[in-house]
């Protein structure tokens, strides 16, 4: 089934550790998106890529960083400069029409101990 | 404040019952969204609607748009248990940004 992974479901940072988020996408899609979820908010976006090996910042990209070295997969990486990580992470992807159509992961729910 | 804003922010309807629920908007839009999440799950897209189509059914779901009055509405017909869930719409201005609104959370009683 075609379809978008993320691992792990949960996952817990201690102080001022680097942690990586996990997206794997079997669809052939070109741009993949991570954006943030905070309790009774909208999703803002932290990173998005059109293109394998490009990659542009979003809305709050600051404490982040991702790669994009193959089609398949997009991860995340939450630094220990990002102070207020405890959030849900969702990951997604769209085909020809880029923000459209969005294929959206399970997500992952970061805490901090 | 964000481009795109839900109304209600919480709806709870019988089951059977027709679901409303309202997007505004602040600047012009190429396309407006509306996605599905269950909770603790990731989002489903629903529906796209274009700036220049006035209304679009899937299935139960029959979305408008006034781009004159910078809104969209969702109805969902006939609701079932499984229709309980949140409800984003998701706006594309024109220099292709995609904002979130935060969402109409829809309890379907049985």
């Known amino acids: 089934d075609g379809g978008i992974t993320q691992s792990p479901k949960y996952l817990f940072r201690k102080e001022g550790q680097n942690v990586t988020l996990s997206c794997e996408q079997n669809?052939?899609?070109?741009?993949m998106y991570w954006y943030r979820q905070d309790p009774g908010q909208g999703l803002r976006l932290i990173y998005y890529?059109?293109?394998?090996?490009?990659?542009q910042k979003g809305d709050i990209a600051e404490g982040y960083s991702v790669s994009r070295e193959k089609k398949e997969s997009f991860p995340l990486t939450v630094t220990s400069a990002q102070k207020n990580p405890t959030a849900f992470y969702l990951c997604?992807?769209?085909?020809?029409?880029?923000?459209?159509?969005?294929?959206f992961g399970s997500g992952t729910q970061l805490s901090v101990l | 404040s964000q481009q795109g804003e839900e109304d209600p922010q919480a709806l709870s309807i019988q089951e059977g019952e027709n679901a409303t629920m309202n997007c505004s908007y602040k600047?012009?839009?190429?396309?407006l969204q509306w996605y599905r999440q269950n909770s603790g799950r990731g989002l489903v897209h629903l529906i796209l609607?274009?700036?220049?189509?006035r209304e679009k059914h899937s299935g139960r779901l029959r979305v408008t748009l006034d781009t004159s009055k910078k809104s969209s509405s969702l109805l969902i017909t006939a609701s079932r248990a499984a229709d309980t869930a949140s409800y984003f719409c998701?706006?594309?201005?024109?220099?292709?940004?995609?904002?979130f609104g935060a969402g109409t959370t829809v309890t379907v009683r049985a």
């Open positions: 669809l052939n899609h070109d741009a």
């Open positions: 609607i274009r700036s220049n189509e």
């Open positions: 998701a706006t594309e201005t024109n220099d292709y940004k995609l904002s």
């Open positions: 997604a992807s769209s085909g020809s029409e880029f923000n459209e159509k969005l294929f």
């Open positions: 890529s059109q293109i394998v090996n490009d990659f």
């Open positions: 600047t012009s839009i190429n396309n």
